[in-house]
């Protein structure tokens, strides 16, 4: 068995502002992220990771940098664990999407993975999303045998993961809250991925966030 290890990123200031910055602008992690991320690390230093993974956007990377100094393994990029492309929605405040166009992200978690209702927007389909994710876990699987790996990423991969390994339809994992900083654990049984656990953190942070 080995397991294969979601991390969302820390608290960036795009998260403050509620502000979407997708892929394409930069927005660091805050003070309170980097001591999430830190907080974090103590989980993963009783696991033995063989090798960490992390989308290039800024916050992710930064992420990545102190969980891979805390625990002393290297990590490298990968572009399937990007963030959605957000198209024109990209610098909008989220309150400001919402008046003027409604809740779009209710459309964009659609249950047909041929369908992409935000075309107009230019947003990537949950579907591509989902189908990234799923050649990025197939290639963990099969080069990774019986180790541990960290995936840092970002809120709608790790729920396209959710979707993928439990099988279930993405308007089911639409409601489901993905703390910054939170892990996500996948175990791997011969090739054959299951759910461990969602969201672990530090205990005091279910009581505040």
């Given amino acids: 068995m080995s397991l294969i290890i979601f991390m969302r990123h820390g608290q960036a200031y795009n998260n403050v502002k509620k502000l979407l910055v997708g892929r394409n602008l930069e927005s660091h992690l805050t003070d309170l992220g980097r001591e999430q991320v830190k907080n974090t690390s103590q989980i993963l230093t009783t696991i033995d990771i063989h090798k ?6 800024i916050r992710t990377v930064e992420t990545a940098e102190i969980v891979s100094r805390n625990i002393g393994v290297p990590f490298e990029e990968d572009e399937r664990l990007f963030e959605i492309e957000l198209g024109k929605l990209v610098g909008m405040y989220y309150e400001d999407l919402i008046s003027k166009h409604g809740n779009l992200f209710v459309k964009f978690y659609c249950d047909n993975d041929d369908e992409n209702s935000l075309l107009e927007f230019e947003v990537e389909s949950f579907g591509a999303v989902k189908k990234r994710i799923s050649e990025l876990l197939q290639e963990v699987v099969k080069k990774h045998k019986n180790e541990n790996v960290l995936l840092v990423s970002h809120l709608d991969p790790i729920k396209a993961a959710i979707s993928l390994i439990m099988n279930i339809k993405p308007s ?5 809250q993905i703390p910054n900083a939170s892990l996500s654990i996948f175990k791997n ?4 991925i299951s759910l461990g656990c969602i969201n672990m953190m530090d205990i005091g942070r279910f009581l505040s966030d």
């Fill in 172 to 176: 089911s994992v639409y409601d489901i």
């Fill in 52 to 57: 960490i993974y992390s989308s290039p956007v």
């Fill in 189 to 192: 049984y011969d090739n054959i």
